[in-house]
């Protein structure tokens, strides 16, 4: 199986004009930007942004945000995410790191992944209210200012200022985290344990029947506790997975038809179009071709 391609350092620097300066931290200044969509993709590094104007609806897996200013955006590696449509200009500036950059010096070499804040459960956007945007802003300046200077141990501070950037972000995300007890109810909890197991499995299986065996329910009520928590039922939310899967396998040259639809475990090439179709209302070459 070939190795899937994800947005590393060399595109995002390329993405961004950017020099690469650092093999694990990438800063990327405050950017407008007008564009209005953008295809489903990944990357290699942690991705830490704080929005300064606009509103956007952004989507991370099978997650819909609607985001606005102010506000923090986070997403993880291998997480797809896309940006589906902002309205006028998004005014962004972020910060792009890997985890042996936060960790690197540190006696913990878990402190990134104890965080809830990169979690798949914790959300991907933190309103921000003025007091808080300061705070942010001002950590973010400081890392700016000392990734730009030119003195020794620059970049020990600047993994020191990251750490508390990500810490400040974690505490304002608990405080943040609603309690309201349907966020306890069993419908909740059977609708994150099915997202759960659905984004470890789908490449393998898209029968509703082994989702609900899994969670010890029967496919119906498992079809409708998920239509009630989410407005789509169990074979939408696969078939939608699958098919952001695919958009991101399609953006890799390297790879054709077949060989995406071997890993997608269709049985041939044939069944993959025509799901593709289906579901996108295009061919998959027809969506390969419209990258360019």
Same mark, same amino acid.
């Given at each position: 199986m070939k190795e899937i391609k994800r947005f590393d350092l060399f595109d995002l620097t390329q993405k961004f004009g950017l020099d690469i300066e650092s093999e694990d931290f990438v800063f990327k200044p405050q950017e407008t930007?007008?564009?209005?969509?953008?295809?489903?993709?990944?990357?290699?590094?942690?991705? /830490?942004?704080?929005?300064?104007?606009?509103?956007?609806q952004l989507k991370v897996g099978l997650e819909n945000y609607n985001v606005q200013a102010p506000g923090l955006v986070v997403v993880s590696p291998d997480e797809i995410r896309q940006w589906v449509h902002w309205q006028d200009s998004l005014t962004i500036i972020s910060i792009f790191f890997t985890e042996n950059f936060v960790v690197s010096g540190l006696s913990d070499t878990l402190f990134l992944?104890?965080?809830?804040?990169f979690k798949r459960k914790g959300s991907h956007f933190i309103p921000l209210n003025p007091e808080e945007l300061t705070s942010m802003q001002t950590l973010f300046d400081e890392i700016e200012k000392k990734k730009t200077s030119g003195s020794l141990g620059k970049n020990i501070i600047v993994q020191a200022l990251l750490r508390a950037l990500l810490l400040e972000a974690e505490g304002l995300q608990q405080i943040q985290t609603p309690t309201d007890s349907d966020k306890y109810s069993q419908a909740y909890q059977l609708t994150d344990k099915f997202k759960e197991l659905l984004s470890k499995e789908f490449s393998?299986?898209?029968?509703?029947?082994?989702?609900?065996?899994?969670l /010890?329910?029967?496919?119906?009520?498992?079809?409708?506790?998920l239509k009630d928590q989410t407005g789509k039922t169990a074979s939408e939310l696969i078939e939608e997975i699958v098919c952001l899967e695919a958009k991101v396998l399609l953006q890799v040259n390297e790879l054709n038809v077949s060989e995406i639809a071997d890993q997608l475990n269709f049985a041939n090439p044939s069944f993959f179009s025509k799901f593709f179709k289906r579901y996108s209302g295009i061919s998959p070459i027809e969506y390969r071709r419209s990258l360019s």
């Amino acid at each position: 199986m070939k190795e899937i391609k994800r947005f590393d350092l060399f595109d995002l620097t390329q993405k961004f004009g950017l020099d690469i300066e650092s093999e694990d931290f990438v800063f990327k200044p405050q950017e407008t930007s007008l564009n209005h969509y953008s295809e489903p993709h990944r990357s290699e590094m942690y991705s /830490f942004g704080i929005i300064l104007k606009g509103a956007a609806q952004l989507k991370v897996g099978l997650e819909n945000y609607n985001v606005q200013a102010p506000g923090l955006v986070v997403v993880s590696p291998d997480e797809i995410r896309q940006w589906v449509h902002w309205q006028d200009s998004l005014t962004i500036i972020s910060i792009f790191f890997t985890e042996n950059f936060v960790v690197s010096g540190l006696s913990d070499t878990l402190f990134l992944k104890r965080l809830r804040l990169f979690k798949r459960k914790g959300s991907h956007f933190i309103p921000l209210n003025p007091e808080e945007l300061t705070s942010m802003q001002t950590l973010f300046d400081e890392i700016e200012k000392k990734k730009t200077s030119g003195s020794l141990g620059k970049n020990i501070i600047v993994q020191a200022l990251l750490r508390a950037l990500l810490l400040e972000a974690e505490g304002l995300q608990q405080i943040q985290t609603p309690t309201d007890s349907d966020k306890y109810s069993q419908a909740y909890q059977l609708t994150d344990k099915f997202k759960e197991l659905l984004s470890k499995e789908f490449s393998k299986q898209r029968e509703v029947s082994y989702y609900a065996d899994r969670l /010890f329910v029967t496919s119906k009520h498992l079809s409708q506790i998920l239509k009630d928590q989410t407005g789509k039922t169990a074979s939408e939310l696969i078939e939608e997975i699958v098919c952001l899967e695919a958009k991101v396998l399609l953006q890799v040259n390297e790879l054709n038809v077949s060989e995406i639809a071997d890993q997608l475990n269709f049985a041939n090439p044939s069944f993959f179009s025509k799901f593709f179709k289906r579901y996108s209302g295009i061919s998959p070459i027809e969506y390969r071709r419209s990258l360019s």
